[in-house]
T-cell receptor, first 111, second 112 residues
Framework: DVKVTQSSRYLVKRTGEKVFLECVQD?????MFWYRQDPGLGLRLIYF???????EKGDIPEGYSVSREKKERFSLILESASTNQTSMYLC??????????FGDGTRLSIL | QKEVEQNSGPLSVPEGAIASLNCTYS??????FFWYRQYSGKSPELIMS????GDKEDGRFTAQLNKASQYVSLLIRDSQPSDSATYLC????????????FGQGTRLTINP
């Protein structure tokens, strides 16, 4: 089974802070994804990466950036956190046409 | 805009009955289809994958795919209270990597 580890289950930060969310996988899958999930809005793709140092914007990239320096690690960065970025953040990994597997999620609150 | 539509529910089913969850999608080029289960406060968990027309069975779960009608469904037989969750339909699109477009989810409640 694919193991996807997100660095924090719960995180509280202040407006204007730079926030880092980390995701690590153990299965050498090439594709990694960051989503946010909000009530009534479903899962929305922020960014994804299909190889080391490669990144593509998803549907809602504004206010976020990502980094993938090693194949197993994909980081999501909130450059200057705002209250509307309070959400559940989910990392997923996948390979080819296989399904994506999710981490446990990080519930982020911006005060 | 690639879309995946699900009835948001809530869908209420008595214990032991069959729960039927439906999903339609707009992109005729989609090749891979997945059902995820998500308990409240938890992350989505894969329960079924289906790639070709017809039925695919795994235990109490059956996924059905009809590409001509752009329709995928999930049947849960002998429903249990532990099946109460939100079920997400996901459909693949290829943009560099395989991306998934998710429906809003159907909230299912199994009544003892």
């Amino acid at each position: 089974d694919v193991k996807v580890t997100q660095s924090s289950r719960y995180l509280v930060k202040r407006t204007g802070e730079k926030v880092f969310l980390e995701c690590v996988q153990d299965m050498d899958h090439e594709n990694m994804f960051w989503y946010r999930q909000d009530p009534g809005l479903g899962l929305r793709l922020i960014y994804f990466s299909y190889d080391v140092k490669m990144k593509e914007k998803g549907d809602i990239p504004e206010g976020y950036s990502v980094s993938r320096e090693k194949k197993e690690r994909f980081s999501l960065i909130l450059e200057s956190a705002s209250t509307n970025q309070t959400s559940m953040y989910l990392c997923a990994v996948g390979r080819g046409n296989q399904p994506q597997h999710f981490g446990d999620g990080t519930r982020l609150s911006i005060l | 805009q690639k879309e995946v539509e699900q009835n948001s529910g809530p869908l209420s089913v008595p214990e032991g009955a069959i729960a039927s969850l439906n999903c339609t999608y707009s992109d005729r080029g989609s090749q891979s289809f997945f059902w995820y289960r998500q308990y409240s406060g938890k992350s989505p968990e894969l329960i079924m994958s289906i790639y070709s027309n017809g039925d695919k069975e795994d235990g109490r779960f059956t996924a059905q795919l009809n590409k001509a009608s752009q329709y995928v469904s999930l049947l849960i037989r002998d429903s249990q209270p532990s099946d109460s969750a939100t079920y997400l339909c996901a459909v693949s699109i290829i943009q560099g990597a395989q991306k998934l477009v998710f429906g809003q989810g159907t909230r299912l409640t199994i009544n003892p």
